[in-house]
């Protein structure tokens, strides 16, 4: 079965070329069949892969599939080839799995859309993309697949590209991620070059990997600063974040799929994928798990005064992936891939619900202009509750598991230090206090439904409620592949990605948690301290979350006057929050306007005065000699005799000369 | 009864005269049909270099170009006199300072 890797992106690429050339002859009815069922084989095919390979031994879990020579130059090669192993298979399942559940909520939720068929092209395509971003067996077909839905989520985020908004939404991620492009391919550039330094020209994972140690840590320090950089880019952290709230002028699904569930979780991925790399440099790894923790608790801040519902989820984004970038710089791969999935299932869900809401609210995104949703649309406001739960780290739900697991992992781990904990704990507090600030002022509260909207308030078809319901069991039951073993669990999915990354992990963690896992089955004292620490931060972290949520629940609940008398009393930090820190108006001085001048510059200096100077100066010049010259030709016979003569006499004249003188 | 030789240097004396005449007379004339006879003339005087040059290398090429020169001159004169006379019936001149259609 492993041989078969290539079926997973074959289907999506089959979906998109059937969609994209055929659409309008097949029409809507067979597109809506061919979008989702393609991605459906996908995952059938990710399954059984995945069934095959855990029947192996872990020390066997890595497959590769060459399909064929793509780049050949001397002993260099690339490869069209796939990869299977726990890392990508996973990411596969989770990608394949996600996307499955959300284009089948789009047959409902585009319904009645214009570009109905263009939507599903482009959705197979993006899946397409990913796939071979995370099957990729080297640095090149991954580049691909990075560049590949970096386009998809332009052509998606400008879907509705009439609307003004939209187009530049979609130009704005396009361009922002293009900064982070050019830090990735520099960094491929430079890991290129320099192991070629040691006569091995190779981007294959695999080859890269295993002669990781015969670079300098400067030089990887360097490749891995320049692929973070990439990684700020796809995954929205700072600097490069800026374009994911815009990206939320695409259509929900798509949101979620592409900018909460799979693609910005890319970043991440890529790290996991090149921990070798990170492993050989500390530095790095620290500015990693700083800009993850800042990014976290920054744009947390930022939803705390977002009133579009998809604002507040967009910048929760955001922030979740802050934790992740997080787990991976404090070199808990596992941990970081493990909140990549759980966030993969709450966050899709949490879009997905936000969208039943709109679909209910006649597109309606302004959440104080909702409330008291709850009776009207009750699946759509159990799932959004399951998922709000989830991701405000409720005990028992998967966003607890994972989220802890980071936590832990920032606060224990030798990259670790009590500030990263503390700040992630107290991004989790506002965490859960948003997500339910969004809850309670959408489901609860009084009515501020406009009365045009709120007659026909319904709850969503069938076709949109079913992916509801599937992800919200996921969002429930998905933590329990990875129950710590403080709490008697077996943490699966750290032993399952341990052939990739564990062999990397910093072991004063992992030594402690086996110690305690030790300690617990022998009932003994020995590892007894770190267990009851690491309880005790648990208890903490949840404690934290029930303060967020209490508050909430005291602002938007018990009190709904409370947060604008909050708002009047701040009115400078209410302001500098709500605008979102004025990152994009510093940003628009900073670089936008400055390059603009320099465009302007270089268009009025360069391009106009000497690009166009020089060529059209040529023209004229050629233009006057040849009005000069053309004089010559008078028609008279005679005066072309005469030259002719004249030229004779010179000859002769020469020959004369030269007779004499030689 | 032997005639005194001439010596080669003067036949081609008197072709280069001849041969100055025509150009300057080619190059001055307006009446295209003077024009053409100071082209003949020209002509005639690389005839008259040919042959002195054939005889005094007692070479026979010489003379052979003296006979294609001539055959050309004759073609020339009687193509050429033909465009004059259509020349002339269009524009009612054979004035060649006139004829200066095909300029700038």
């Given amino acids: 079965m492993l041989e078969y890797v290539w079926l997973i992106p074959l289907f999506p690429a089959i979906g998109f070329t059937l969609n994209g050339l055929f659409g309008r002859r097949l029409g809507r009815k067979a597109v809506s069949w061919v979008g989702p069922s393609a991605i459906g084989l996908a995952f059938l095919t990710s399954i059984l892969i995945f069934l095959e390979l855990i029947r192996r031994p872990p020390s066997e879990r890595l497959f590769e599939k060459v399909l064929f020579d793509w780049v050949v130059s001397g002993s260099f090669q690339t490869v069209i080839g796939y990869q299977i192993d726990p890392l990508s298979i996973l990411m596969a399942l989770v990608v394949t799995g996600v996307s499955f559940f959300i284009h089948i909520y789009s047959v409902g939720y585009m319904h009645d859309d214009s570009g109905y068929i263009r939507y599903f092209a482009y959705l197979n395509l993006f899946v397409f993309m990913m796939l071979n971003l995370i099957l990729a067996n080297n640095f090149l077909l991954m580049f691909v697949g990075w560049e590949g839905v970096g386009l998809c989520s332009y052509l998606l985020i400008g879907f509705w590209f009439e609307k003004d908004s939209a187009s530049n939404a979609g130009k704005k991620a396009f361009v922002v991620n293009r900064v982070g492009d050019f830090g990735f391919i520099l960094g491929m550039f430079l890991l290129f070059t320099s192991l070629g330094k040691h006569g091995i020209w190779t981007l294959d994972f695999t080859e890269v990997f295993s002669n990781a140690a015969k670079l300098d840590s400067t030089t990887v320090t360097a490749i891995t600063i320049l692929f ?11 600097p490069l974040y800026v374009w994911l709230p815009d990206a939320m002028e695409g259509p929900t699904p798509v949101s979620s799929l592409i900018h909460a569930a799979t693609m910005v979780t890319a970043g991440v991925y890529m790290v996991a994928r090149c921990n070798v790399l990170y492993s050989m440099a500390p530095l790095s790894m620290a500015i990693i798990a700083i800009v993850g923790v800042v990014t976290a608790i920054y744009t947390a801040s930022i939803g705390f005064c977002q009133n579009d519902i998809k604002k507040v989820l967009a910048y929760s984004t ?37 969208g039943s809401v709109m679909h209910a609210m006649s597109g309606e995104l302004d959440m104080r202009k909702m409330g008291a949703l709850r009776k009207k649309i009750p699946i759509t406001f159990w799932t959004f509750f399951i998922a709000t739960l989830a991701i405000a780290g409720v005990p028992g739900l998967s966003g607890f598991f994972s989220k802890d697991e980071i936590l832990w992992q920032a606060f224990s781990s030798s990259h670790g230090h009590f500030l990263l904990w503390l700040v992630a704990a107290v991004a989790a507090g506002m965490t859960a206090f948003y997500m339910f600030r969004a809850l309670f002022m959408t489901f609860f509260g009084e009515s501020r439904v406009d009365p045009h909207v709120a007659h026909h308030i319904h709850e969503s078809p069938r076709m949109m409620t ?3 319901m599937i992800l919200a069991i996921l969002s429930i039951i998905g933590g329990y592949v990875g129950v710590p073993h403080v709490l008697g669990g077996a943490n699966h999915i750290h032993e399952f990605l341990a052939p990739v990354v564990g062999g990397a992990e910093p072991s ?34 949840v404690a934290i979350a029930l303060i967020g949520i209490g508050i909430a629940y005291l602002f938007y609940i018990k009190n709904p006057a409370l947060p604008k008398l909050l708002a009047e009393r701040q009115k400078g930090l209410y302001q500098l929050v709500f605008h ?8 628009e001085i900073l670089f936008i306007n400055s390059l603009k001048r320099l465009g302007t510059g270089l268009w009025r200096g360069f391009d106009e005065l000497i690009i166009d100077g020089t060529v059209n100066g040529i023209a004229y010049l050629i233009g006057w000699l040849s009005g000069v010259m053309r004089r010559m030709q008078t028609g008279l016979v005679q005066n072309y005799a005469f030259s002719m003569v004249i030229g004779g006499l010179i000859l002769v004249i020469y020959y004369l000369l030269r007779a004499i003188f030689y | 009864m032997t005639i005194p030789s001439v010596p080669p240097a003067l036949y081609l004396v008197l072709s280069a005269i001849l041969f100055t005449i025509g150009v300057v007379g080619a190059l001055t004339r307006r009446n295209a049909i003077v024009v053409f006879m100071c082209i003949e003339l020209m002509l005639n005087s690389v005839n008259l270099t040919f042959i002195t040059l054939s005889r005094f290398l007692q070479s026979i090429e010489g003379v052979l170009f003296a006979f294609f020169v001539m055959a050309v001159a004759a073609a020339e004169a009687a193509v050429g006199l033909a465009i004059f006379v259509m020349i ?10 006139e004829i200066n259609l095909l300029k700038w």
């Fill in chain 1, 508 to 541: 004063k963690a992992h030594a402690g948690i086996s110690l305690i896992a030790q300690a617990w089955a022998s009932g003994g004292e020995t590892g007894g301290h770190s267990a009851i620490l690491e309880l005790l931060m648990m208890a903490l972290s």
């Fill in chain 1, 580 to 587: 979102k820190y004025y990152v994009d108006e510093l940003y």
């Fill in chain 2, 88 to 97: 002339y019936r269009s524009r009612e001149t054979i004035n060649v300072d």
């Fill in chain 1, 318 to 354: 955001i922030s979740q992936l802050g934790y992740m970038f997080l787990g991976v710089g404090v070199g808990a791969y596992s941990a970081g891939i493990f909140h990549l999935m759980t966030h993969a299932f709450f966050k899709g869900l949490l879009f997905l619900g936000a």
């Fill in chain 1, 228 to 238: 973070f950089v990439g990684a700020c880019g796809k995954s929205a952290q700072i």
């Fill in chain 1, 466 to 468: 079913v992916p509801l």
